[in-house]
């Protein structure tokens, strides 16, 4: 059997991107270096740790277990739609949560900055997409009820 | 080493030790990741060309002044800029939660080849992570690091997307296999591949349109999660930065307060005089670094016909400074933004709020807002 053919165009692409890429990372980096003064590489240093941290050692973890305890707790079909709403509800939290955090921790020193109240936007945002979640799993069990109740009539 | 002892170490390798973390749920895969993240790599790269133009107009080359044209440029470049990064915080999410589990392949590095891989996803997803959390704490004008944001923000850009151009080139057959994979229906009654994209693209839509209202007006009253409100302000435009904590109060007040226009000859001018000049109106958007934008209507004094009355022309560099001190306390122009610039005396029909820059600011178009510099004291011609 022969070998599949090498796709030299797509191999060369691949080598072009692969080579920019460590270019514009070069440059970057050496740029902070070299500013020292303005960048503090050892402090930024610190926070891309933490950034990356942060992520797997706090972030996932934690949605991985919910979702393994949803799994184990929450039965059939409802677990689909509260998954969904949790994912959802979840990602704009990733955004609401630090707007809520700024405006308790500094209040609204400047005249155009934070000046709603975001604790209670977050909430109305939340609950209008749990009551999303409610009707889409309504909808979806009034439907399954209806096909069930007419098949015996289909046949 | 004896041979039996390395036999023995190529087998532990290739084995998953018993205690290493395993993944059973089978809604990651190539399908979901290559989704997700084609949608991510077009929004960096937005991201990434935007910011380009932006940090292009702090110092612009000589040769290549900013063009006032389109005049909403940069109330669109910008508000893209940040309504892109803040949407990529839930997509980026979305997309490491997709390929969380490879994070714990076993062996963990089967080579230097996959080593540096590795190292550079590393690089990728911290730079990243940074990126948009410090980007968003800009936007929320919070600064707990002793860096300045504008260089880190700007080299660290680099970083991220020559990581991710690193990444798409190893992982382009991956992708591409991703991409023509059917999104498989849901082994059991929870969710399926397609549930997840359809909730997580929920979930990034929301954040837009729930932020967009403060590049777009007319959307405001839905703009929960819009840090400005671009109605908010005196005169109906916000402010950053007021005159009391540019200190300025007083000497923008003042009597001994002069306009001096200084080219080959030299002009100085009273409050009095300033407001006798023939005006123009116009009608600019206030563009702000940070992303919220509106359009005003502004009336002024032309800054070219100060220019040509002591010598100079819409060729010339003209820098124009303000009665504050600081990092913003001046700005340059010339060219076709030159041309079109204002020293605006009314907003919205009413003689300029001291907060918006009384007496006298710069408005001109396709312009960063912290470039319309406020209460001008001085105009340098040269060339």
Partial sequence: MSAPPVDRSSLAMRLGLGVLGVLAIVYGGVRILTD???????????????????????????VIGLGWLLNRLVPGRVRGYLQ????CAGLVSAVGLWLIYRQGKYGARSLALLQQNYLANLVILLAIIALAGVACYTIAALRTRRTKTRSPADQ | MPETERVHLSSLLQRTPPLWPRF?????????TARVGRVLGIAFGLCFVTGLLSHYQYAPWHWLPIPAAPYWGYRLTQGVHVITGIACIPLLLLKLWSVFHRLFVWPPVRGVLHGLERLSIAVLVASSVFQLITGLFNVLQFYPWPWGFIRVH?????????SLLLHIAVQLPAIKQGLATRLAPADGPGLSRRGVLVAGGAGVAVVVATTIGQVIPALQPVALLAPRQPRKGPQGVPVNRTAAAAGVLQKARSESYRLTVNGRSMLSMTVAQLEAE???????????????????????????DLVQRVGGSSSSMVSVHSLEHGAYAQSSLTGSQLEHALLATHLNGERLDIDHGYPLRLIAPDRAGVLQTKWLTRIEVSR
């Fill in chain 1, 84 to 87: 969904a709403t949790l994912i």
């Fill in chain 2, 154 to 162: 700007y080299w660290m850009a680099w970083v991220v997307i020559g």
């Fill in chain 1, 36 to 62: 020292a003064k303005d960048t503090k590489p050892w402090a930024l240093a610190r926070w891309l740790i933490g950034s990356l941290l942060v992520h797997d050692v706090l972030i996932a973890p934690v």
């Fill in chain 2, 278 to 304: 023939p005006t123009v109106a116009t009608s600019l958007p206030i563009s702000c670094v940070e992303g919220w934008s509106i359009q005003a209507h502004w009336r002024g004094i032309r800054l070219l």
């Fill in chain 2, 24 to 32: 059973r749920s089978t809604l990651r895969g190539p399908a979901v």
